[in-house]
Protein backbone atom coordinates (compact mmCIF):
# COMPACT_ATOMS: atom_id res chain seq x y z
CA UNK A 1 0.00 0.00 0.00
CA UNK A 2 1.60 3.17 -0.88
CA UNK A 3 2.45 5.78 2.44
CA UNK A 4 3.44 9.05 2.70
CA UNK A 5 7.55 9.16 3.78
CA UNK A 6 8.75 11.99 6.25
CA UNK A 7 12.37 12.54 6.90
CA UNK A 8 14.34 12.81 9.69
CA UNK A 9 12.02 11.22 11.92
CA UNK A 10 13.52 13.41 14.96
CA UNK A 11 15.19 16.79 14.69
CA UNK A 12 16.78 18.18 17.03
CA UNK A 13 17.81 22.14 16.22
CA UNK A 14 18.82 25.42 18.56
CA UNK A 15 16.63 28.30 19.00
CA UNK A 16 17.51 30.62 15.72
CA UNK A 17 18.50 28.07 13.41
CA UNK A 18 16.74 26.85 10.63
CA UNK A 19 15.37 23.39 9.34
CA UNK A 20 13.98 21.75 6.84
CA UNK A 21 11.46 18.83 7.10
CA UNK A 22 11.43 16.70 4.11
CA UNK A 23 8.20 14.52 2.73
CA UNK A 24 7.64 12.00 0.11
CA UNK A 25 3.82 12.32 -0.46
CA UNK A 26 2.34 9.47 -2.37
CA UNK A 27 2.81 9.86 -6.02
CA UNK A 28 -0.39 10.36 -7.86
CA UNK A 29 -1.61 12.87 -4.90
CA UNK A 30 -2.23 15.91 -6.18
CA UNK A 31 -3.24 17.80 -2.45
CA UNK A 32 -0.07 18.32 0.01
CA UNK A 33 -0.19 19.63 3.30
CA UNK A 34 1.63 20.12 6.33
CA UNK A 35 0.50 19.47 10.21
CA UNK A 36 1.67 19.54 13.18
CA UNK A 37 0.71 18.41 16.96
CA UNK A 38 2.17 20.18 19.69
CA UNK A 39 2.50 17.00 22.56
CA UNK A 40 -0.11 16.98 24.25
CA UNK A 41 -2.80 19.09 21.67
CA UNK A 42 -4.58 18.42 19.01
CA UNK A 43 -3.77 18.26 15.32
CA UNK A 44 -3.07 21.67 13.92
CA UNK A 45 -3.37 22.44 9.93
CA UNK A 46 -0.68 24.66 9.04
CA UNK A 47 -0.74 24.53 5.20
CA UNK A 48 -2.11 23.37 2.00
CA UNK A 49 -0.64 23.28 -1.81
CA UNK A 50 -1.78 22.10 -5.20
CA UNK A 51 -0.83 22.78 -8.33
CA UNK A 52 2.24 24.39 -7.01
CA UNK A 53 1.67 26.57 -5.22
CA UNK A 54 0.00 27.44 -1.77
CA UNK A 55 -4.03 26.96 -1.72
CA UNK A 56 -4.38 27.98 2.07
CA UNK A 57 -2.39 28.76 5.51
CA UNK A 58 -3.55 29.24 9.08
CA UNK A 59 -2.59 31.91 11.55
CA UNK A 60 0.20 29.71 12.52
CA UNK A 61 1.80 29.84 9.24
CA UNK A 62 3.96 33.12 9.26
CA UNK A 63 6.59 34.42 7.67
CA UNK A 64 8.58 32.09 9.23
CA UNK A 65 7.24 28.91 7.61
CA UNK A 66 7.30 28.01 3.80
CA UNK A 67 7.05 25.13 1.59
CA UNK A 68 8.58 24.15 -1.45
CA UNK A 69 7.87 20.92 -4.09
CA UNK A 70 11.17 21.06 -5.55
CA UNK A 71 11.02 18.36 -7.92
CA UNK A 72 8.11 15.93 -8.44
CA UNK A 73 8.09 13.71 -5.80
CA UNK A 74 10.00 15.66 -2.67
CA UNK A 75 7.77 18.20 -0.70
CA UNK A 76 9.66 20.36 1.95
CA UNK A 77 8.54 22.77 5.29
CA UNK A 78 11.25 25.12 5.78
CA UNK A 79 11.00 26.98 9.38
CA UNK A 80 13.86 30.16 8.79
CA UNK A 81 14.21 30.95 12.43
CA UNK A 82 13.30 28.16 15.11
CA UNK A 83 11.76 28.99 18.36
CA UNK A 84 10.82 27.10 21.32
CA UNK A 85 7.39 27.28 20.90
CA UNK A 86 7.94 25.13 16.83
CA UNK A 87 8.95 21.88 18.83
CA UNK A 88 6.07 19.70 18.34
CA UNK A 89 5.52 16.33 15.89
CA UNK A 90 5.43 18.06 12.19
CA UNK A 91 3.37 15.66 9.88
CA UNK A 92 2.74 15.70 5.92
CA UNK A 93 0.29 14.72 4.57
CA UNK A 94 -1.25 14.19 0.97
CA UNK A 95 -4.47 13.15 -1.03
CA UNK A 96 -5.67 12.67 -4.94
CA UNK A 97 -8.74 14.88 -3.79
CA UNK A 98 -9.54 17.62 -0.86
CA UNK A 99 -10.57 14.33 1.34
CA UNK A 100 -9.03 11.24 2.13
CA UNK A 101 -6.11 12.64 2.96
CA UNK A 102 -3.12 10.13 4.27
CA UNK A 103 -0.80 11.09 7.14
CA UNK A 104 2.91 10.69 7.50
CA UNK A 105 4.90 9.37 10.34
CA UNK A 106 5.71 12.47 11.56
CA UNK A 107 9.14 14.27 12.19
CA UNK A 108 9.88 15.03 15.72
CA UNK A 109 11.04 18.80 15.78
CA UNK A 110 12.88 19.43 19.11
CA UNK A 111 13.79 23.14 19.48
CA UNK A 112 16.62 23.65 22.42
CA UNK B 1 -16.73 28.28 20.74
CA UNK B 2 -14.42 25.33 19.80
CA UNK B 3 -14.23 24.15 15.91
CA UNK B 4 -14.90 20.65 16.46
CA UNK B 5 -15.65 19.43 20.39
CA UNK B 6 -15.15 16.12 21.70
CA UNK B 7 -14.94 14.46 25.32
CA UNK B 8 -11.51 13.83 26.04
CA UNK B 9 -12.25 10.99 28.62
CA UNK B 10 -10.70 8.90 28.88
CA UNK B 11 -12.67 5.90 28.40
CA UNK B 12 -11.86 3.01 30.32
CA UNK B 13 -13.69 -0.28 29.26
CA UNK B 14 -13.55 -4.05 29.54
CA UNK B 15 -13.00 -5.97 25.99
CA UNK B 16 -16.36 -6.83 24.55
CA UNK B 17 -17.89 -3.54 25.35
CA UNK B 18 -19.97 -1.37 23.35
CA UNK B 19 -18.82 2.40 23.52
CA UNK B 20 -20.06 5.54 21.93
CA UNK B 21 -17.97 8.94 21.31
CA UNK B 22 -19.71 11.99 20.10
CA UNK B 23 -18.45 15.11 18.92
CA UNK B 24 -20.20 18.33 18.19
CA UNK B 25 -18.75 20.80 15.50
CA UNK B 26 -19.27 24.84 15.37
CA UNK B 27 -19.72 25.23 11.16
CA UNK B 28 -22.82 24.55 9.90
CA UNK B 29 -21.44 24.62 7.04
CA UNK B 30 -18.98 22.05 7.32
CA UNK B 31 -19.19 19.20 4.26
CA UNK B 32 -17.66 16.71 5.30
CA UNK B 33 -16.79 14.48 8.54
CA UNK B 34 -14.47 11.60 9.14
CA UNK B 35 -13.49 9.67 12.17
CA UNK B 36 -9.28 9.00 12.61
CA UNK B 37 -7.45 7.09 15.06
CA UNK B 38 -3.86 7.99 16.55
CA UNK B 39 -1.83 5.72 18.57
CA UNK B 40 0.61 7.46 20.94
CA UNK B 41 3.03 9.12 19.08
CA UNK B 42 2.11 8.13 16.04
CA UNK B 43 0.15 9.61 13.07
CA UNK B 44 -3.85 10.11 12.54
CA UNK B 45 -4.92 7.19 10.48
CA UNK B 46 -8.47 7.41 8.87
CA UNK B 47 -11.08 4.88 10.01
CA UNK B 48 -13.99 6.33 7.94
CA UNK B 49 -15.68 8.95 6.48
CA UNK B 50 -19.13 9.64 7.88
CA UNK B 51 -22.61 10.21 5.80
CA UNK B 52 -25.52 11.43 6.87
CA UNK B 53 -27.06 8.48 6.18
CA UNK B 54 -24.86 6.50 8.52
CA UNK B 55 -21.95 3.65 7.71
CA UNK B 56 -21.06 1.06 9.08
CA UNK B 57 -17.73 -0.62 8.54
CA UNK B 58 -17.46 -3.96 11.07
CA UNK B 59 -17.44 -3.52 14.31
CA UNK B 60 -17.80 0.59 13.64
CA UNK B 61 -20.21 2.74 13.08
CA UNK B 62 -20.48 6.27 12.23
CA UNK B 63 -23.65 8.58 12.32
CA UNK B 64 -23.75 12.41 11.59
CA UNK B 65 -26.69 14.73 12.56
CA UNK B 66 -26.29 17.79 10.52
CA UNK B 67 -29.18 19.49 12.51
CA UNK B 68 -27.86 19.04 15.37
CA UNK B 69 -24.07 19.28 14.12
CA UNK B 70 -23.57 16.20 15.99
CA UNK B 71 -21.33 13.80 14.37
CA UNK B 72 -20.88 9.92 16.45
CA UNK B 73 -19.08 7.00 16.68
CA UNK B 74 -20.24 3.17 17.90
CA UNK B 75 -17.16 0.87 18.52
CA UNK B 76 -18.97 -2.71 19.21
CA UNK B 77 -17.51 -5.98 21.13
CA UNK B 78 -13.70 -3.58 21.60
CA UNK B 79 -10.64 -5.15 20.89
CA UNK B 80 -7.61 -4.57 23.31
CA UNK B 81 -6.26 -3.19 19.73
CA UNK B 82 -8.91 -0.81 19.97
CA UNK B 83 -7.26 1.20 22.37
CA UNK B 84 -5.99 4.81 20.89
CA UNK B 85 -7.59 8.23 20.48
CA UNK B 86 -10.04 8.73 18.47
CA UNK B 87 -10.23 12.25 16.91
CA UNK B 88 -13.30 13.74 15.29
CA UNK B 89 -12.57 15.44 11.59
CA UNK B 90 -14.18 18.06 10.05
CA UNK B 91 -13.57 19.66 6.40
CA UNK B 92 -14.96 23.33 7.49
CA UNK B 93 -17.62 24.72 4.49
CA UNK B 94 -15.36 28.05 4.36
CA UNK B 95 -12.77 25.80 2.55
CA UNK B 96 -12.33 23.65 -0.89
CA UNK B 97 -8.58 22.94 0.06
CA UNK B 98 -9.16 19.65 2.03
CA UNK B 99 -8.24 21.64 5.24
CA UNK B 100 -8.79 19.35 8.15
CA UNK B 101 -10.16 20.52 11.50
CA UNK B 102 -9.29 18.35 14.17
CA UNK B 103 -11.08 17.80 17.60
CA UNK B 104 -8.61 17.03 20.20
CA UNK B 105 -9.67 13.51 20.10
CA UNK B 106 -11.27 11.07 22.76
CA UNK B 107 -8.64 8.32 24.38
CA UNK B 108 -10.03 4.82 24.55
CA UNK B 109 -8.62 2.06 27.04
CA UNK B 110 -10.20 -1.17 26.26
CA UNK B 111 -9.00 -3.41 29.41
CA UNK B 112 -9.24 -7.35 28.94
Known amino acids: EPEVTQTPSHQVTQMGQEVILRCVPI?????FYWYRQILGQKVEFLVSFYNNEISEKSEIFDDQFSVERPDGSNFTLKIRSTKLEDSAMYFC??????????FGPGTRLTVT | RKEVEQDPGPFNVPEGATVAFNCTYS??????FFWYRQDCRKEPKLLMSVYSSGNEDGRFTAQLNRASQYISLLIRDSKLSDSATYLC?????????????FGQGTTLQVKP
Open chain 1, 27 to 31: SNHLY
Open chain 2, 27 to 32: NSASQS
Open chain 1, 93 to 102: ASSEAPAGVL
Open chain 2, 89 to 101: VVIPGSSNTGKLI
